[in-house]
Each structure stands twice: as structure tokens, then as C-alpha cells.
């Protein structure tokens, strides 16, 4: 969890009112054991922001563990080294510094904030999180009670069960088909051993990606790298197989008590180094990614079924899926589905037009620099970079790549990518004419 002291709220309230921009000047540097990192120097304000991220995230839970790496994540600012969990917190707020721990399926990720004035402390409390965490057992406790908190009331978000019932069909025996959280029972079930075997796991140098911006020198940097992440051990656990997805079109229906239905849809989506992404991302852009979508449009304006529709490409590291969400009331859940389903085989059979080919490229060159807007967040951008080997000038070409693709391209794509026969619904409600055994 993230907190931030005063001081360096001031701070981010200037680097975020910097104008947004699409061109920044990324360095490589490699520290002097190896360790390579990204930077964009900005001097003009004493603050450097730091994102760190291990590969793998939650998918590297040890068989019966579930929520193991999640649980630990949520450890790791909970004393270190030294100091407890208050004496930490003291310590991270007497340096307005900001730190935040978060995990996904694909990674586990470290965001840093910290003034140039208090740099090698902040620096040195971060690596003491990173290297030494505590676990202490009265942590391990309350943060295992806030994690079962939430899971309790995961139980009652129709949201929530909609996607863990997708993921499981989608992903099967796959980490990806269950919730990286875990559950009731493994949670409870995770020992301290569990935790430290967690971190062992993932904390290691052949998976760790290192994005910097703000008041520091390439040199600088290389040194702050190597006292971060010098001692951590060369490798860490395997990495699970890619996913095979099992998809087939048709609708799995929750019942649960509410009088409005939640629909998750989706179907295998696209890698996101396939030559053919940008294509792809304009054609689901259209379809599905905007309030001047065709979703929105034939659902929401023409036939008011709904107050908002979406479909995106979702590509992960280990498998790639085409996904969107609806919500609508019972009686007319099945009417959306319908539509959602008629504009998939529509898209999929004849492609866009000119006009919508246009105005996706002009909203999608448009938005891109506005990603930009602030440091913390571009240190982010450049972490994914590198998750995704995109080049180290992507920033600069990324709205060339949009604007070369072409309409045969985007239709092309289209009638390969959008698969109406794949497409499976989700549903968690109590939905009139739908049947709770459809599949």
C-alpha cells in the first residue's frame, strides 16, 4: 500500500502538472555488476521516481500455495531489516518517501518516490524491504486478516466471480486459472515458511527490470541498482508454461441474487509482438474501445441496454486474450448478448470503414502522450518497455506504427482475429432466458 508524506505530495503535484509529452530521451545504463535500467534525467525538480518489477508475479505460487506471493507483497513494507512495521513507516514518512508493493500475474512491482536530498536513505530503506524483510509473525497475521477480509468480499462482487469463473475456463490447471490472491482455505493455510519461500521465489536478478526519471545521472543510477538489487540471489523459480486456452463459444451462467446481470466476455486475443498488434488494437479500438464504439453504439445509444460496454486486447506473458465486460438488467442481459455477439461475427466478416479507420488512428495518436504525465509513471512506461522488448526508441515511433497500418490491414486482421464462433460469455446474475447450464 502506498502512502505519501506531504512533502513529497507537494512534489508529485509539480511533476504531474508538467505538460504531457510523447518524446523522451531514454538512456540504458548498466551497473557495474551488470544489472541493466532505463532512464530519462530531469533535473529540474529534486525528486527521482523508481519502478522496479520481477517477472513471473503471482503465477510462481508454489503448487498448493495459492496467495502466497500475493500475501508476501503485501509484507514487505511491514518491516525490514532492523525495524518493525511502525518503525519502518516512521522511517519511509521522516523521509517523505513513498514506497508501493503490488503483484500481478505477470510481475511483482516495487514503486519508489523519494527526494534527491534524502536519496542513499531512502534508497537504503527501500533495499532493506527488498533484501531483509522481517515477516514477522504478528505481520504475517493482521496483513493475512486483511487479505481474508477482502476475499470474503470478493464472494459477493458479481464482477469478481464472473472473472474468476472465466479465468478458470478459460485457463484450466493454468496459474492464470485461479486467483493469484488464493483463496479462503489456502490463505489461511500459508505458513511463514511459505512466505519466505515466496520471496525467494521471485526476488531474484534474471527477472528484474529497472525504469528511473527524475534528479539522477546515469552513474548515480548504476550505483543505486547495484545497493537495490546487487545481492539478491541469480535465479529464482522456473517459469510456468505458456497457457493453452480452452475456449469455445456459448454462455456459463452464475446465478446469483441481484437485479442486474454482469457479463464477462472473451476469446484468445493476440501476442503483443505479433507484427500485426497495431492492426489489431485498431480494430478492437473500434469495436469496443471507446463511447464512440460500435458497442457502445448499437448497446448502449440505439438500444439503451446498458450504461457502458468494452472489449480490449489483454496480452499477457504467458497467453494473449480478446476480453470485454457488460452489465445490464436481468431482463435484458440476453438482448445485449445478442448484439455483442451480432457485432463480433459483423466486424469479423466485413472489417471497418475508412471514416472509423481515421478517427481510430486520430483518438489513438492523440491519447498516446497523455500516458506521459508525470514521472512515477513514465518510469512505469519504461519498465514495460522492457518487459515487452519493445525497442529503446518506441516512445518515438509507436504513432508511426499506428498511422502505417492500413484499412486491407485492419480488415485482414479482423477476419482472423474476431472469432464469433470462440466467443464465450460469462454470466453472473439472475438473467431471464438464459439457461444456468449453457455452455
Known amino acids: 500500500m502506498m502512502r505519501f508524506a506531504p512533502a513529497v505530495a ?59 506471493i500475493y500475501l508476501m507483497t503485501g509484507l514487505l513494507e511491514e518491516g525490514a531489516g532492523d525495524l518493525d512495521a511502525r518503525g519502518f513507516a516512521t522511517a519511509r514518512e521522516e523521509l517523505a518517501a513513498s514506497f508501493g508493493y503490488d503483484s500481478s500475474d505477470d510481475d511483482v512491482s516495487i514503486s519508489a518516490k523519494f527526494l534527491t536530498e534524502n536519496r542513499d536513505e531512502a534508497v537504503a530503506l527501500l533495499r532493506s524491504s527488498l533484501v531483509e524483510p522481517r515477516f514477522d509473525q504478528d505481520a504475517v497475521d493482521r496483513v493475512r486478516g486483511q487479505v481474508l477480509s477482502g476475499l470474503a468480499s470478493d464472494e459477493k462482487d458479481p464482477d469478481d466471480i464472473a472473472g474468476k469463473t472465466f479465468a478458470a475456463q478459460i485457463f484450466g490447471e493454468h496459474p492464470y486459472g485461479t486467483p493469484g490472491k488464493g483463496t479462503l482455505a489456502s490463505v489461511e493455510a500459508l505458513t511463514r515458511d511459505d512466505i519466505v519461500a515466496a520471496h525467494a521465489a521471485v526476488f531474484a536478478r534474471d527477472r528484474v527490470y529497472v525504469g528511473a526519471v527524475g534528479d539522477i545521472t546515469p552513474e548515480e543510477l548504476g550505483a543505486i541498482v547495484d545497493e537495490l538489487l546487487a545481492d539478491l540471489p541469480e535465479t529464482g523459480a522456473d517459469m510456468p508454461p505458456p497457457a493453452e486456452l480452452q475456449v469455445e463459444g456459448g454462455t456459463t451462467v452464475v446465478p446469483f441474487e441481484t437485479p442486474q446481470s454482469v457479463a464477462l466476455f472473451g476469446q484468445p486475443g493476440m501476442a503483443r509482438d505479433d507484427p500485426d498488434f497495431f492492426a489489431a488494437m485498431i480494430a478492437t479500438h473500434i469495436l469496443g ?111 508511426d506504427k ?13 477476419a482472423d482475429l474476431f472469432q464469433p464462433e470462440n466467443l464465450h460469455f460469462v454470466v453472473v446474475g439472475m438473467p431471464d432466458g438464459l439457461d444456468p447450464d449453457t455452455n
Open 10 to 68: 507537494f512534489v508529485l503535484g509539480l511533476v504531474t502538472a508538467v505538460p504531457a509529452r510523447a518524446e523522451v530521451d531514454i538512456q540504458e545504463v548498466t551497473s557495474p555488476s551488470g544489472i541493466t535500467a532505463w532512464l530519462v534525467e530531469d533535473h529540474t525538480i529534486p525528486f527521482t521516481a523508481l519502478e522496479i518489477r520481477f517477472r513471473g508475479g503471482t503465477s510462481l505460487d508454489a503448487p498448493g500455495k495459492r496467495g502466497a
Open 289 to 399: 474501445g471507446t463511447g464512440e464504439s460500435r458497442l457502445m453504439r448499437e448497446v448502449r445509444v440505439k438500444r439503451g441496454l446498458t450504461y457502458g460496454v468494452y472489449a480490449y486486447l489483454g496480452p499477457k506473458d504467458l497467453a494473449s486474450i480478446l476480453v470485454g465486460r457488460v452489465a445490464s438488467a436481468n431482463d435484458r442481459i440476453a438482448e445485449a448478448i445478442d448484439v455483442i455477439g451480432d457485432e463480433w461475427a459483423l466486424i469479423a466478416a466485413d472489417g471497418i470503414t475508412a471514416e472509423e479507420l481515421e478517427a481510430a488512428k486520430t483518438y489513438l495518436t492523440g491519447a498516446y502522450p497523455l500516458r506521459f504525465k508525470g514521472n512515477g509513471r513514465i518510469a512505469g512506461i519504461l519498465v514495460g518497455m522492457q518487459m515487452e522488448d519493445l525497442p529503446i526508441d518506441y516512445i518515438a515511433t509507436r504513432n
Open 402 to 414: 499506428v498511422d502505417a497500418v492500413t484499412l486491407e490491414d485492419v480488415n485482414r486482421v479482423a
